[in-house]
């Protein structure tokens, strides 16, 4: 079954401390996988892509098919960055491509 | 861009009246709307595929009947709770892929979500 695992309700760091979001995932095909967040009060969207391999606002995923993992890491955490992030799981293809979410981690930026 | 709107944003109604959600995408078409449930503290959780032109593609567990889609337009969505129950109380978003341009690797655009409360 497709699933993705986010074990962390909530992960409080202080500023300019490293941050890791963990999250793992269970898909039996070739997954995509993204990060997703939601600052308060406003809509979910989308942060990064592991087929991109991109950072944004310093964050970074890498995929690792062996452990089945997709973490999110941030060197330096900033308040800014305090809300709420989504790790899911793109399954299906083409335009009805569906995604699985985790639960979410609430990431505390503390000062 | 790649705007997509929710309406109502709250509503309240009593047991066993039904509610529709508008879900719009502002700046682009949209073949394909995604409708998720969110419920207190929890993940969201898929209830269907809207598609332009044809039948919406439900999740396992959801009702059909109970969750009625529409999806008549390229831009706009519609989800009917009917006979609403307060177990149906919950937060209902919506999201829409750029189905000519912007959405690459799949991204989806949300919206702000509907809170419903049925007394």
């Known amino acids: 079954a497709q699933r993705v695992t986010q074990p962390e309700k909530l992960l409080s760091v202080f500023k300019g401390a490293p941050v890791e979001l963990k999250c793992n995932y269970s898909?039996?095909?070739?997954?995509?996988l993204f990060w997703y967040v939601q600052y308060s009060r406003q809509r979910l969207q989308l942060l990064l892509r592991?087929?991109s391999r991109e950072s944004i606002k310093g964050f970074t995923a890498d995929l690792n098919k062996g452990e089945t993992s997709f973490h999110l890491k941030k060197p330096f955490a900033q308040e800014e960055d305090s809300a709420m992030y989504y790790c899911a799981l793109s399954r299906g293809g083409g335009a009805t491509n569906k995604l699985i979410f985790g639960t979410g981690t609430l990431l505390a930026v503390q000062p | 861009g790649a705007v997509v709107s929710q309406h109502p944003s709250r509503v309240i109604c009593k047991s066993g009246t039904s509610v529709k959600i508008e879900c719009r995408s502002l700046d682009f078409q949209a073949t394909t709307m995604f409708w998720y449930r969110q419920f207190p503290k929890k993940s969201l959780m898929l209830m269907a595929t809207s598609n332009e032109g044809s039948k919406a593609t439900y999740e396992q567990g959801v009702e059909k009947d109970k969750f009625l889609i529409n999806h008549a337009s390229l831009t706009l969505s519609t989800l009917t709770v009917t006979s609403a129950h307060p177990e149906d109380s919950s937060f209902y978003i919506c999201s829409a892929r750029d189905t000519y341009g912007r959405s690459s690797y799949n991204e989806q655009f949300f919206g702000p979500g509907t809170r419903l409360t049925v007394l």
């Open positions: 592991h087929i």
């Open positions: 898909y039996s095909g070739s997954p995509e």
